[in-house]
C-alpha cells in the first residue's frame, strides 16, 4: 500500500467552478500536510500547508484535513483557468524544513475557459 | 534571491554516459535534496543532504551518487546512465528550523533522456 494515495486526474471543470482535490494516507503518525502546485515544466511550489484538523483558507484555496479518516482535500473556489496545473498533495511526520516529504502522484486540472 | 537553480534544462545521453546534473541555491539552506518525477510515480526522492560534508540516501538511490562540499552546491552525479534513468530531476532546498512556512523550494528541473 502507497503511503499517499491521490487520483491522477485529469480533472476538467468549467471556470468558475469549484474544484476538490483528494488524498488518502495510511499512516496516522504523518502530522504535515501540503498542497504543491505545478506548471507545465516548471518545479512544484508551496501553495498550502497545515497541520490540524480542519480547514485552513488562503483566498479561493481551502485545505481541510481529516486526521481521524486520513483524507486531506484541497477545495478551489471560483477556479480560473490560470489554475490549471497538476497539485501534489505531501505529507510528513514533522514541520521542519529537513523533514522528509512524502508526495501523490499528482493530479492534473484543467480550466475551461 | 536567484532562489534553487538547475543545469542543465534538458540533456540527452547514450547508456553508459556519466554526467553531473547542478544545483545551487542563495538562500543559505542547510537542507539539499535530489528528486525525480516519473508519470504515474509521484516525486521520489534519490539522496539528500542536512548540510555540508553530510549526504544520505533517499528511496531511490541506486545509480546515483551526490557529494557537499559547500552550502550552496549540491550536485548529483550519474556514473552510468541507463535508460531507466529517463526522468525529470528536481533539486530542492530548505531551512531546517522548523516552523509554519518552513518547506521545501524546488528548483525549475532538468529533463533526462537516455537512449
Known amino acids: 500500500q502507497k503511503e499517499v494515495e491521490q487520483d491522477p486526474g485529469p480533472l476538467s471543470v468549467p471556470e468558475g467552478a469549484i474544484v476538490s482535490l483528494n488524498c488518502t494516507y495510511s499512516n496516522s503518525a504523518f502530522q504535515y500536510f501540503m498542497w504543491y502546485r505545478q506548471y507545465s515544466r516548471k518545479g512544484p511550489e508551496l501553495l498550502m500547508y497545515t497541520y490540524s484538523s480542519g480547514n485552513k483558507e488562503d483566498g479561493r484555496f481551502t485545505a481541510q484535513v481529516d486526521k481521524s479518516s486520513k483524507y486531506i482535500s484541497l477545495f478551489i473556489r471560483d477556479s480560473q483557468p490560470s489554475d490549471s496545473a497538476t497539485y501534489l498533495c505531501?505529507?510528513?511526520?514533522?514541520?521542519?524544513?529537513?523533514?522528509?516529504?512524502?508526495f501523490g502522484t499528482g493530479t492534473r486540472l484543467t480550466i475551461i475557459p | 534571491n536567484a532562489g534553487v537553480t538547475q543545469t542543465p534544462k534538458f540533456q540527452v545521453l547514450k547508456t553508459g554516459q556519466s554526467m553531473t546534473l547542478q544545483c545551487a541555491q542563495d538562500?543559505?539552506?542547510?537542507?539539499m535534496s535530489w528528486y525525480r518525477q516519473d508519470p504515474g510515480m509521484g516525486l521520489r526522492l534519490i539522496h539528500y543532504?542536512?548540510?555540508?560534508?553530510?549526504?544520505d540516501q533517499g528511496e531511490v538511490p541506486n545509480g546515483y551518487n551526490v557529494s557537499r562540499s559547500t552550502t550552496e552546491d549540491f550536485p548529483l552525479r550519474l556514473l552510468s546512465a541507463a535508460p531507466s534513468q529517463t526522468s525529470v530531476y528536481f533539486c530542492?532546498?530548505?531551512?531546517?528550523?522548523?516552523?509554519?512556512?518552513?518547506?521545501?523550494?524546488f528548483g525549475p528541473g532538468t529533463r533526462l533522456t537516455v537512449l
Open positions: 505531501a505529507i510528513s511526520l514533522s514541520n521542519f524544513g529537513n523533514e522528509k516529504l512524502t
Open positions: 530542492a532546498s530548505s531551512s531546517p528550523r522548523g516552523g509554519q512556512g518552513d518547506t521545501q523550494y
Open positions: 543532504s542536512v548540510g555540508a560534508g553530510i549526504t
Open positions: 538562500m543559505n539552506h542547510e537542507y
